[in-house]
């Protein structure tokens, strides 16, 4: 609906219907012509607004479908949401997305996608605030990110400060090293309590099995004597 208002062909439409009601307002107009000229005036300019301009869509653009629902399997929402980032960004319409922050998206898509066989391996557990932020990083954070920024005309984005201090597209690189910093932090703690789980098994085995562990009493190794 919004896209039909904001539409050039709708203001065209509009600014011809106004102008046939003030000529009926000053008198310029019969009293037979009223609502219906206005009306066929705003088709009028609808169709020539459309033709000069583009007609609206009835498509929404590809970065409004980009929401995604955080229910069912976890595994699942997060894979079919980062599929979802991935496609658009590869799509890249309008080609909004400079090439080095497109590189990144996809670049954090594959680092959330090792997060995932990582975690689904890992003897170590995330924290309940840590899986929060992991599933909503890609179900969520991203998407969301990805979305407002696509809202932007790209000549804005690149240009324009906005209250930061900073352009949109300084803004996005920000939001992405920030959710990078992040993966990187889940994996470095799935990994410290893997290695440790390691050593841990690594000095049960050596107070097992090494030389102070073994019960076993020392073998003689010296070869007996052969008798004549």
Same mark, same amino acid.
């Given at each position: 609906?919004?896209?039909?208002?904001?539409?050039?062909?709708?203001?065209?439409?509009?600014?011809?219907?106004?102008?046939?009601?003030?000529?009926?307002?000053?008198?310029?107009?019969?009293?037979?012509?009223?609502?219906?000229?206005?009306?066929?005036?705003?088709?009028?300019?609808?169709?020539?607004?459309?033709?000069?301009?583009?007609?609206?869509?009835?498509?929404?653009?590809?970065?409004?479908?980009?929401?995604?629902?955080?229910?069912?399997?976890?595994?699942?929402?997060?894979?079919?949401?980062?599929?979802?980032?991935?496609?658009?960004?590869?799509?890249?319409?309008?080609?909004?997305?400079?090439?080095?922050?497109?590189?990144?998206?996809?670049?954090?898509?594959?680092?959330?996608?090792?997060?995932?066989?990582?975690?689904?391996?890992?003897?170590? &557990?995330?924290?309940?605030?840590?899986?929060?932020?992991?599933?909503?990083?890609?179900?969520?954070?991203?998407?969301? *990110?990805? &979305?407002?920024?696509?809202?932007?005309?790209?000549?804005?984005?690149?240009?324009?400060?906005?209250? &930061?201090?900073?352009?949109?597209?300084?803004?996005?690189?920000?939001?992405?090293?920030?959710?990078? *910093?992040?993966?990187?932090?889940?994996?470095?703690?799935?990994?410290?309590?893997?290695?440790?789980?390691?050593?841990?098994?690594?000095?049960?085995?050596?107070?097992?099995?090494?030389?102070?562990?073994?019960?076993?009493?020392?073998?003689?190794?010296?070869?007996?004597?052969?008798?004549?």
């Amino acid at each position: 609906m919004f896209r039909l208002v904001a539409s050039p062909a709708n203001w065209c439409g509009l600014g011809l219907a106004s102008g046939v009601l003030l000529l009926k307002a000053v008198g310029l107009l019969g009293a037979g012509w009223g609502l219906g000229v206005a009306a066929l005036g705003y088709g009028a300019g609808f169709v020539i607004g459309g033709l000069w301009w583009g007609f609206p869509s009835r498509r929404e653009p590809a970065w409004e479908a980009l929401q995604f629902s955080d229910e069912g399997d976890a595994r699942e929402a997060m894979e079919r949401a980062l599929d979802g980032v991935r496609r658009l960004t590869e799509y890249n319409p309008e080609q909004r997305i400079p090439p080095a922050l497109q590189g990144r998206v996809l670049a954090l898509c594959t680092a959330l996608d090792g997060l995932l066989q990582q975690w689904e391996r890992s003897k170590g &557990n995330l924290s309940l605030q840590d899986s929060f932020h992991a599933r909503h990083i890609a179900i969520r954070y991203l998407p969301e *990110a990805l &979305n407002t920024y696509l809202s932007i005309p790209a000549a804005f984005a690149s240009r324009k400060v906005l209250d &930061n201090g900073k352009t949109a597209e300084a803004t996005f690189a920000d939001t992405l090293a920030e959710l990078e *910093a992040k993966v990187l932090q889940l994996g470095d703690d799935l990994a410290a309590q893997d290695a440790h789980a390691f050593l841990v098994h690594s000095k049960f085995l050596s107070q097992k099995f090494g030389p102070q562990g073994l019960d076993a009493p020392a073998l003689n190794t010296a070869p007996e004597e052969r008798k004549p």
